[in-house]
Each structure stands twice: as structure tokens, then as C-alpha cells.
Nanobody, 124 residues
Framework: QVHVAESGGGSVQAGDSLRLSCAASGGTDSTYATGWFRQVPGKEREFVAG????????YVGPSVRGRVTISRDNIKSTVFLQMNSLKPDDTAVYYC?????????????????WGQGTQVTVSS
């Protein structure tokens, strides 16, 4: 059973930065293609960024592009989401998801394992 755990959320002021971490463990693989999503109540889950298993392919969604980067440390089996110049609209629960295979995808339904989420709150 693969366990995915996010960390690093919190409450910040507009313009601040946060780095979220995602660790996947318990499966036969040590690394997975990984995506970050976010959700606010009453809205659909939104793709934020994704990274391939080897880290060579990365994609950041249009709503955060230029402010967010995604990276991974495969030795530590951890994926990072660096968020800069945060805005109140970035307030959401952020979820990390992992999938079998090499490629990252933007479709949430194609991810196999999900974390419980971490709250990010940005105040103006």
C-alpha cells in the first residue's frame, strides 16, 4: 500500500512564499510520477503542477505559472512545490498525488494514490 503525505502548508501573508513537500512510501517503487492539485470548497480540484518519475518533465498549470516550481529529490523520494508571491486566491487545500508509470498527467482521475491534503491560507 502506497502512502502519500504532504507537509509544509500554513497561513501566510500575500507576497510570501511556501514550500510544500510530498513523500510517497510503502510501495514497490521508490519514486512515482507526481502531481499537485488544489481545491476550495464548492469548486473542482485544480491541477497545479506535475513532474515525471525521473524529474525530466515538469509542467506548471497556467493559474500559477511564473510563481510556482516543482522539483524532486529521488534519493529522499520527495517532491517539492515551491510557491512564491502567494495571493489570497491561492488559498486552498493542496493535495499531492502519485501514479504508477513514468509520465505526469494533468487529469486527476489518472492518479492512483492521494495524500490527505495540506491547508494553505493566504491573507491580504
Amino acid at each position: 500500500q502506497v502512502h502519500v503525505a504532504e507537509s509544509g502548508g500554513g497561513s501566510v501573508q500575500a507576497g510570501d512564499s511556501l514550500r510544500l513537500s510530498c513523500a510517497a512510501s510503502g510501495g514497490t517503487d521508490s519514486t512515482y510520477a507526481t502531481g499537485w492539485f488544489r481545491q476550495v470548497p464548492g469548486k473542482e480540484r485544480e491541477f497545479v503542477a506535475g513532474i515525471s518519475k525521473g524529474g525530466f518533465v515538469r509542467y506548471v498549470g497556467p493559474s500559477v505559472r511564473g510563481r510556482v516550481t516543482i522539483s524532486r529529490d529521488n534519493i529522499k523520494s520527495t517532491v517539492f512545490l515551491q510557491m512564491n508571491s502567494l495571493k489570497p486566491d491561492d488559498t486552498a487545500v493542496y493535495y499531492c498525488a502519485a501514479r504508477q508509470g513514468v509520465s505526469m498527467v494533468v487529469n486527476a482521475t489518472l492518479y492512483d494514490y492521494w495524500g490527505q491534503g495540506t491547508q494553505v491560507t493566504v491573507s491580504s
